[in-house]
């Protein structure tokens, strides 16, 4: 039995050696803004996916350069009405804004 389990746990070091996994987690911070550094502005009636914080944060995962972004949950608070989600080539310093979340990955 003691030598199953100590294959088994060879066999899954291994596995990881030879398959690492990457998992990108985001940083976020609630009612925060960064202003500047944007290199994409998404439209999310064109795009609904990115409407949603995680939809916004696969675009960035998408986007060659993107390091955060900004994201704005509620549809009344859109900027111009249409504009949600914001790719952000850095996240520098924060400013308290109401209906914002920023997140750094």
């Not at 990881?16 to 940083?27: H, I, Q, R, T």
């Not at 290199?39 to 350069?65: F, H, K, M, V």
């Not at 859109?78 to 310093?93: Q, Y």
Request: aromatic letters at 10%; hydrophobic letters at 35%; proline letters at 3%.
């Amino acid at each position: 039995m003691v030598a199953m389990v100590m294959v088994l746990v060879a066999v899954g070091v291994v596995l990881l050696a030879v398959y690492p996994s990457e998992v990108v987690g985001y940083d976020c911070k609630w009612y925060k803004d960064h202003n500047g550094n944007t290199i994409r502005r998404i439209d999310c009636y064109a795009n609904p996916d990115a409407a949603s914080l995680d939809g916004c944060q696969t675009e960035c995962d998408n986007y060659y350069g993107c390091k955060g972004v900004v994201w704005i949950p509620n549809q009344y608070g859109w900027k111009n009405g249409v504009l949600c989600c914001f790719l952000k080539k850095k996240i520098g310093k924060l400013q308290n804004q109401a209906n914002r979340v920023t997140c750094k990955k």
